[in-house]
């Protein structure tokens, strides 16, 4: 019995390492930040970081439900960009039109994610190219929407979500806790979460076993482009504008590949958690904002975070020490 | 693609023809599409002038795509392509700075530059292991840093050396344009290299099947560390040649050519897995692209159609022929 529980807990480790490691990495590098910060670990403080990752962290998670099956998605930032514009019309008015406008931005989103899932599955085109072509799809729909920059948002709305719940918790915070358990927590434990992971590690195996391929992948891309649906409403929340930006799309983008990278979540597919993704978006972000709290020039603020991200990196291929058969590193 | 729809095709195609990849042919199909399609909205775009305007135009991406080419073929990709474009650029404009001396060197010392950031991801791909998604990324960033620390987050105030300017808007040929020029011999030196030497073959051997390669005696770090170097060296010589183009660097000039380079060299035919693909494919991919961009301006489509009617294009012609075999 005793026995049993070791190895369950060994295998829990090994599952869990990597968000460990970028839960660590996070915490770590939050708490630099917080005791060199002027102001020190008060509310405020929290809630400047928090709503500033928790943009982030929604399209890290975005991307890594796509990542698991092994695929990757390109155009999850331009998704973002659209649901920002889309939301800068829709979210304004009465607090009916309101709701109706963030579910009709939640559903685009859904929609973008499908779409990418239905060319990618059933016209068997690589993820990587085809999710180009998407991308350059919704930046096109977002410039529809706002050629210049503008619109707005309902204020109230805003700033619920952007406040402080009970004067202490950031309410973004919380609504990313939320998200997690409503989206993530049953996606990852349901059939068709596991049929993803297995579709990650081995697609044929996964497909002879006579799991639901398609339904796995289709449901990872949709749930993808709701995801940054979210990351874009919150963009509006923050800004209080539309802005079809084509170089924060791109960023977003790129930004949520390394964040899932930091998190533990293999690009190879089949393993890593969406929990492990937002905690490693959270560290990418303290990372950037350690240098204002140092006192550095700004303009040192991208080399800063690429070396970072550099050395993250070179942590992964620690590993290879161990190889033992020079064939392992062809796999 | 089953084997038997192949061996119908065949059958009905002249033996003359058998050789030619379908992909390549659809490719350079659709360029003749969409030149008849314009030249229904305006018979300037059958006319030499404008069509030589747009081979000059399509030689910066054709640059950078023989590069990304070198490295799809491989099975990896390379998306440091943005800053390792502006990098080149503007360390060749840095150079000019420092009188004849530089101003000789700067073309060489551009490239150098590219080719020292690929070496960065070569080495890092093909000895560290590191997935070339997630280290090109890195070296992308890290290059921007560099970048932004040296101009001061400014487009940097030096200009193109006089031999920048003559390579990508002088002409050595009457009528045929340098940039052209520089395109051909690169072109031509990466289809001998592809097809008669063994590095070139050890590229689609290791794309097929790295750890077969490995076994039957290829150096695939070797080649792989190379395939790297090439294409950021490549990269830098477009990035030289749109600073000559232009006259002077600038911040985020490279942004443009990431994608379109990926897309040209995927049109082109080529197995974005690797292994698969010519460069006459690419050549196809890019002046497709080139057309498409030119096209879509000239009926002054906005910007937002523009991306519509391009991204559209892209998976209509992916759907056409660059689709995987069924599971």
Redesign the interface.
Known sequence: MNKHASGDRRFWYAQQKGTLFAALLFVAMFALYVSNHPAGFTPNVVQTASNKATLLAFVAMAQCLVVITAG?DLSAGMVLVLCNCLASWLVVGTPLQTGVGVVVVLLAGLGCGMLNGL?IIF????P???T?????????????LR?TPGGSVNEDLADAFTSKLLGVVPASLVVLLAVIVVIWVPFSRSAIGRAAYAVGSA??AA?MSAMPVKRAKLTAYALGGLLSAIGGLYLTFFSYTGEAA??SG?AYT?YS??AV?LGGVS??GGRGSAVGAVFGALAFRTIGDLLFVFDFDP?????????V??LA??I??IG?SRVRN??E??Q | MSEDASSMRQLRIPTRLRGVDPAVATAFGCIILLLLAGSIYSPNFLSPDYLLQQLKVASFLGVIATGMMAVILLGQIDLSVPWVVTSGAMMACAATAYGTTGSVLAIPFGIFCGAAIGLVNGLAVAYLRIPSMIITLATNAVAQGLMVVYTGGFSPQDSASPAMRFLATGYTIPGLPNGVLVWLCVGLAAVFMLTRTTFGRSLYAIGNRERAAYMSGIDTRRITLLAFVISGGLSALGGVLLAGYASKASQSMGDAYLLPSIAAVVLGGTHVLGGKGSYLGTVAGVILITLLQSILSVMQIEEAGRQLIYGAVIIGMLLLYGRQKPA
């Open positions: 990757i060319i016209g068997r085109l690589q990587i190219v085809a180009i072509a998407t991308s350059a799809i919704f930046y096109g729909l977002a410039l529809l050629p697609e044929n497909y084509f170089a791109n790129l590949i390394a990278v690009l190879a303009l040192w603020q991208p080399l800063f975070q690429g070396v991200l550099m990196i070179g992964g291929c290879l020079r064939l590193w062809f």
